[in-house]
Nanobody, 117 residues
Protein backbone atom coordinates (compact mmCIF):
# COMPACT_ATOMS: atom_id res chain seq x y z
CA UNK A 1 0.00 0.00 0.00
CA UNK A 2 1.28 3.43 -0.91
CA UNK A 3 -0.05 6.77 0.26
CA UNK A 4 0.81 9.89 -1.70
CA UNK A 5 0.23 13.22 0.04
CA UNK A 6 0.06 16.61 -1.64
CA UNK A 7 -1.40 20.08 -1.28
CA UNK A 8 0.91 21.75 1.18
CA UNK A 9 2.31 25.21 0.64
CA UNK A 10 2.82 28.70 1.99
CA UNK A 11 -0.25 30.70 3.00
CA UNK A 12 -0.96 33.80 5.03
CA UNK A 13 -2.74 33.63 8.36
CA UNK A 14 -6.47 33.33 7.82
CA UNK A 15 -6.02 31.50 4.53
CA UNK A 16 -6.99 27.98 3.50
CA UNK A 17 -5.35 24.90 2.07
CA UNK A 18 -6.63 21.46 1.16
CA UNK A 19 -4.35 18.48 1.63
CA UNK A 20 -4.90 15.31 -0.36
CA UNK A 21 -3.66 11.78 0.22
CA UNK A 22 -4.22 9.22 -2.53
CA UNK A 23 -4.06 5.54 -1.73
CA UNK A 24 -2.96 2.71 -4.00
CA UNK A 25 -5.89 0.66 -2.69
CA UNK A 26 -9.46 1.45 -1.74
CA UNK A 27 -9.48 4.27 0.81
CA UNK A 28 -12.73 2.85 2.18
CA UNK A 29 -11.02 -0.43 3.03
CA UNK A 30 -9.01 1.03 5.89
CA UNK A 31 -10.39 0.86 9.41
CA UNK A 32 -8.94 4.29 10.17
CA UNK A 33 -7.50 7.13 8.13
CA UNK A 34 -5.90 10.15 9.70
CA UNK A 35 -3.72 13.21 9.37
CA UNK A 36 -0.83 13.87 11.74
CA UNK A 37 1.54 16.80 11.89
CA UNK A 38 4.94 17.51 13.35
CA UNK A 39 6.44 20.93 13.88
CA UNK A 40 10.19 21.42 14.43
CA UNK A 41 11.13 20.56 18.00
CA UNK A 42 7.72 19.16 18.78
CA UNK A 43 6.25 15.69 18.93
CA UNK A 44 4.02 14.37 16.21
CA UNK A 45 0.36 14.96 16.98
CA UNK A 46 -2.93 13.67 15.65
CA UNK A 47 -4.79 16.35 13.73
CA UNK A 48 -7.90 14.49 12.59
CA UNK A 49 -9.07 10.97 11.88
CA UNK A 50 -11.99 8.98 10.52
CA UNK A 51 -12.62 5.65 12.22
CA UNK A 52 -15.10 3.02 11.12
CA UNK A 53 -17.88 4.18 8.84
CA UNK A 54 -17.66 7.89 9.57
CA UNK A 55 -16.66 8.64 13.15
CA UNK A 56 -14.46 11.73 13.09
CA UNK A 57 -12.10 13.04 15.75
CA UNK A 58 -10.23 16.33 15.78
CA UNK A 59 -7.50 17.85 17.88
CA UNK A 60 -8.88 20.63 20.06
CA UNK A 61 -6.60 23.12 18.35
CA UNK A 62 -8.17 22.54 14.91
CA UNK A 63 -11.80 21.77 15.84
CA UNK A 64 -14.10 23.96 13.80
CA UNK A 65 -11.37 24.98 11.34
CA UNK A 66 -10.27 21.68 9.77
CA UNK A 67 -12.40 19.01 8.12
CA UNK A 68 -11.27 15.48 7.27
CA UNK A 69 -13.05 13.57 4.53
CA UNK A 70 -12.52 10.76 2.03
CA UNK A 71 -13.68 10.00 -1.47
CA UNK A 72 -14.10 6.32 -2.31
CA UNK A 73 -14.20 6.91 -6.06
CA UNK A 74 -10.87 8.74 -6.00
CA UNK A 75 -9.29 6.56 -3.28
CA UNK A 76 -8.30 9.81 -1.65
CA UNK A 77 -8.60 11.38 1.77
CA UNK A 78 -8.60 15.13 2.32
CA UNK A 79 -7.91 17.66 5.00
CA UNK A 80 -9.60 20.99 4.40
CA UNK A 81 -7.86 23.59 6.51
CA UNK A 82 -9.49 26.98 6.99
CA UNK A 83 -8.48 30.03 9.01
CA UNK A 84 -4.91 28.77 9.16
CA UNK A 85 -2.71 30.20 11.87
CA UNK A 86 1.10 30.32 12.24
CA UNK A 87 0.88 27.58 14.88
CA UNK A 88 -0.48 25.26 12.20
CA UNK A 89 2.92 25.34 10.48
CA UNK A 90 4.20 21.76 10.36
CA UNK A 91 4.96 18.78 8.19
CA UNK A 92 1.67 16.97 7.64
CA UNK A 93 1.51 13.19 7.12
CA UNK A 94 -1.40 11.00 6.14
CA UNK A 95 -1.87 7.69 7.87
CA UNK A 96 -4.05 4.64 7.26
CA UNK A 97 -4.66 1.49 9.26
CA UNK A 98 -5.77 -1.91 8.07
CA UNK A 99 -7.22 -4.14 10.75
CA UNK A 100 -7.74 -7.38 8.84
CA UNK A 101 -6.24 -9.94 8.44
CA UNK A 102 -3.63 -8.28 10.63
CA UNK A 103 -3.20 -4.73 11.91
CA UNK A 104 -0.90 -2.76 9.66
CA UNK A 105 -0.17 0.95 9.62
CA UNK A 106 0.81 2.93 6.54
CA UNK A 107 2.25 6.42 6.25
CA UNK A 108 2.44 8.83 3.37
CA UNK A 109 5.35 11.15 2.86
CA UNK A 110 4.98 14.54 4.47
CA UNK A 111 3.68 17.69 2.86
CA UNK A 112 4.83 20.98 4.33
CA UNK A 113 2.35 23.60 5.46
CA UNK A 114 3.76 27.02 6.33
CA UNK A 115 1.54 29.81 7.62
CA UNK A 116 2.93 33.32 7.74
CA UNK A 117 1.66 35.95 10.14
Amino acid sequence: VQLQASGGGLVQAGGSLRLSCTSSRSILGFSEVAWFRQAPGRERELVAKIAGAARTTYADSVEGRFTISRDGEKNTMFLQMNNLQPEDTALYHCNAILSFPARRTYWGQGTQVTVSS
